[in-house]
């Protein structure tokens, strides 16, 4: 069974920076695109970022594009997004996401979930 479990939310004042963390069981992480959604409150879901297999292309929403970083630990089956200069607007239940497809980037392919972690920015 492949579970996906998130920590690391919290609440921060802006400007502020959270890391959260993402471990991966049942499954070798390198067969896994991986990526970070976020839900903020009473609207839809959303990719923030995506890392492929071994790491070595990265994807970003405009939005986050600067303030995130999105890594990961094959070894360690472990992802990470270190958030920075945080925003009111990036208040949100964060979600780790695995992606078996080849289309490593694509918001719809992602079909694994973490629980979610709540990350709150105070203005």
């Known amino acids: 069974q492949v579970r996906l479990v998130e920590s690391g939310g919290g609440l921060v004042e802006a400007g502020g920076s959270l890391t959260l963390s993402c471990v991966v069981s049942g499954r070798a992480l390198s067969g896994l695109a991986m990526g970070w959604f976020r839900q903020p409150p009473g609207k839809g879901r959303e990719l923030v970022a995506a890392?492929?297999?071994?790491?070595?292309?990265?994807h970003y929403d405009e939005s986050v594009k600067g303030r995130f970083t999105i890594s990961r630990d094959n070894d360690n089956n472990t992802v990470w997004l270190q958030m920075k200069s945080l925003e009111f607007e990036d208040t949100a239940v964060y979600y780790c996401?695995?992606?078996?497809?080849?289309?490593?980037?694509?918001?719809?392919?992602?079909?694994?979930w973490g629980q979610g972690t709540q990350v709150t920015v105070s203005s």
């Open positions: 996401a695995g992606n078996v497809r080849s289309q490593w980037n694509d918001a719809q392919m992602f079909g694994l």
């Open positions: 890392i492929s297999w071994l790491g070595e292309r990265t």
